[in-house]
């Protein structure tokens, strides 16, 4: 059995742990209508992100350097913090964002470093140029000049199983729903 880093182990944590995250959220909000209105639209907005990225990446095939791809190297950490930033409004707690803030730190910055040294033995030559030219996480406003024509694909976004966020998060939304409703 080879010897795994660190990051490696995270890298392969880093869904479930996003559950247990997200129990304890849970049982700690405070959740209103309000809260569960603006959350889910900040969370739409993650999915949307991730949707996009997912719709460009052929993980391992070829570098993604269309769509979002385009902006920040890593589109699809961008979405879920973003979907994570919009959970958090909804459970309408500090002690929440405190966790999911955590989380995120514990997890994904590590994670994005895995994948950094994965993509550069992969793709040594593109990825050198693409890292000079694309930040790793917050987006630019200054998107890198189009490489390839490639345009958003529902097949890639079929076969990365970006559905599941969708439907896990309704049933996270559900589940707050039912919290402050039996709160």
Excluded: C
């Excluded at 405070?30 to 991730?50: C, D, F």
């Excluded at 979002?68 to 958090?88: I, Q």
């Excluded at 992969?122 to 000079?132: C, N, S, W």
């Excluded at 345009?151 to 039912?178: H, S």
Aim: proline share 6%; glycine share 8%.
């Amino acid at each position: 059995m080879k010897n795994k880093s660190l990051r490696q182990i995270l890298y392969r944590w880093r869904v479930r742990s996003g559950l247990f995250t997200f129990v304890a959220v849970l049982v700690i909000a405070a959740p209103t209508w309000i809260s569960i209105a603006g959350g889910a639209a900040v969370g739409l907005a993650g999915l949307l992100i991730r949707g996009w990225a997912a719709g460009h990446i052929r993980k391992d095939r070829r570098l993604a350097v269309t769509g979002p791809y385009r902006l920040t190297r890593n589109p699809l950490y961008l979405g879920s913090f973003v979907l994570g930033a919009g959970l958090v409004w909804g459970a309408r707690s500090f002690w929440g964002a405190g966790i999911f803030v955590l989380y995120f730190l514990v997890f994904y910055l590590p994670v994005m470093a895995e994948e950094r040294d994965r993509l550069r033995a992969l793709f040594p030559d593109a990825y050198a140029e693409y890292e000079r030219r694309v930040p790793m996480f917050f987006p630019t406003f200054n998107p890198a000049p189009a490489t390839e024509p490639r345009k958003w694909n529902p097949a890639l976004f079929r076969r990365n199983k970006e559905y599941r966020a969708w439907l896990g998060t309704a049933i996270v939304w559900g589940l707050f729903t039912l919290r402050m409703m039996i709160r």
